[in-house]
């Protein structure tokens, strides 16, 4: 199994930025492919990016193009999310997490991802 721990979470005014980090232990990062997804109070979890195994390709919900980018550093073991502009209404927990999923793969739909971190809260104000 992998373990993944998120860092990188708190409070930001509308337009500011955070960085968040997740770091994998337990097995190595490369061989899974990551996904990033939020969770606001009284919604279910929501899409919000995509990086492959390489890092080659990514993939972002509407809500947050243009706006967040996913990297990845394999020989760290970690991937980022780089979140700009940001906005009240992206105020959630955010979780990494990791899927094995080689082929056919949704991507956006939770239930691909076997590995999840312990999600790290951003707050955005006004």
């Known amino acids: 199994q992998v373990q993944l721990v998120e860092s990188g979470g708190g409070f930001v005014q509308a337009g500011g930025s955070l960085r968040l980090s997740c770091a994998a232990s337990?097995?190595?990062?490369?061989?899974?492919?990551m996904g990033w997804f939020r969770q606001a109070p009284g919604k279910e979890r929501e899409f919000v990016g995509y990086?492959?195994?390489?890092?080659?390709?990514?993939y972002y919900a509407d809500s947050v193009k243009g706006r967040f980018t996913g990297s990845r550093d394999n020989a760290k073991n970690t991937v980022s999310l780089q979140m700009n502009s940001l906005q009240p209404e992206d105020t959630a927990v955010y979780y990494c997490?990791?899927?094995?999923?080689?082929?056919?793969?949704?991507?956006?739909?939770?239930?691909?991802?076997?590995?999840w971190g312990q999600g790290t809260q951003v707050t955005v104000s006004s």
């Open positions: 997490a990791a899927t094995l999923c080689m082929l056919d793969c949704s991507r956006s739909d939770p239930g691909e991802y076997g590995y």
């Open positions: 337990g097995r190595t990062l490369s061989t899974y492919a």
């Open positions: 990086i492959s195994r390489s890092g080659s390709r990514t």
